[in-house]
C-alpha cells in the first residue's frame, strides 16, 4: 500500500486549497483514512478522519473550515480547506488505518500567510 499526498502550497489568509491522497492497493475501500498535520516545533496532530462507512470527526480548530471526503473509485481521500489561517500553516500527512497495519504517505506543505 502506498499513499501519495498533493496540493498543498501557499495561500493567503482566508484563502481555500484541497489536498488529496491518491492511495494503491485493495484496501482502500474498507478502511479508515485520516488527515493530520504537523506545525514547525509542535507534535502531529489528527486533523480530519473518515471511516470505511462514511463517519467524519474533525479537530475542534477545524469543524466548519475542512472537510474530509473520499472516492473509493478513485481510491482517493480529500480534504477541502477553507476560510485558513496562519495557524494552519503544517506539513499535512494523510494516513490508511487497516484491520492490522496502518500506511502514512508523505507530508504536503501547507503555508498560510496572513
Known amino acids: 500500500v502506498q499513499l501519495q499526498a498533493s496540493g498543498g502550497g501557499l495561500v493567503q489568509a482566508g484563502g481555500s486549497l484541497r489536498l488529496s491522497c491518491a492511495v494503491s492497493?485493495?484496501?482502500?475501500?474498507?478502511?479508515?483514512l485520516a488527515w493530520y498535520r504537523q506545525a514547525p516545533g509542535k507534535q502531529r496532530e489528527l486533523v480530519a478522519a473518515i471511516s470505511s462507512g462514511g463517519s467524519t470527526n474533525y479537530a475542534d480548530s477545524v469543524k466548519g473550515r475542512f472537510t474530509i471526503s473520499r472516492d473509493n473509485a478513485k481510491n482517493t481521500v480529500y480534504l477541502q480547506m477553507n476560510s485558513l489561517k496562519p495557524e494552519d500553516t503544517a506539513v499535512y500527512s494523510c494516513?490508511?488505518?487497516?484491520?492490522?497495519?496502518?500506511?502514512w504517505g508523505q507530508g504536503t506543505q501547507v503555508t498560510v500567510s496572513s
Open positions: 492497493g485493495s484496501i482502500f475501500s474498507i478502511s479508515a
Open positions: 494516513r490508511l488505518i487497516g484491520a492490522s497495519d496502518t500506511y
